[in-house]
């Protein structure tokens, strides 16, 4: 069941990177996709991320979402050419706000821990991420 859900993930992923490449010609999205699985002292978790916007199109800079082990939160990796303050909001299946935090983010290398990650029931959840009037997105899946 779990790799039927990730395939089919994957594959809505590949069509929403076509969409939006059908519509956008400016920017061509590339789609990054892992698993990673975390066992911890007390509970095994799998985070499924896929990245469809990466923060600045074509180029090595973009967003990826990694599970810290050490906290069993998330971090949210990036780039960025300038210091700002940003939003980190965390949105479920039908886009209820469920988990959201503000940070200062430098010039270069960002790394942010999403924290309450693993208050975070299983399910597929969306990652946005808004600084300098721009919203990038990832979406992940949690099954524990």
Avoid: C
């Amino acid at each position: 069941m779990k790799s039927i859900l990730t395939i089919l993930l994957a594959i809505f992923a590949i069509i929403s990177v076509n969409a939006q490449q059908n519509f956008d010609t400016a920017i061509h999205p590339s789609i990054n996709a892992s698993t990673v699985k975390v066992n911890s002292l007390f509970t095994d978790q799998t985070v499924f991320s896929t990245t469809n916007n990466p923060f600045y199109g074509n180029s090595k800079k973009g967003m990826t979402i990694m599970p810290n082990s050490a906290t069993q939160d998330v971090k949210v990796i990036f780039r960025t050419d300038k210091s700002a303050e940003a939003k980190i909001i965390v949105l479920d299946e039908s886009g209820k706000n469920v988990l959201q935090q503000n940070a200062q983010i430098a010039e270069g290398n960002n790394n942010i821990n999403i924290d309450n990650f693993h208050s975070l029931n299983d399910g597929t959840y969306t990652i946005q991420l808004i600084s300098n009037n721009e919203t990038y997105t990832s979406t992940f899946m949690i099954w524990k």
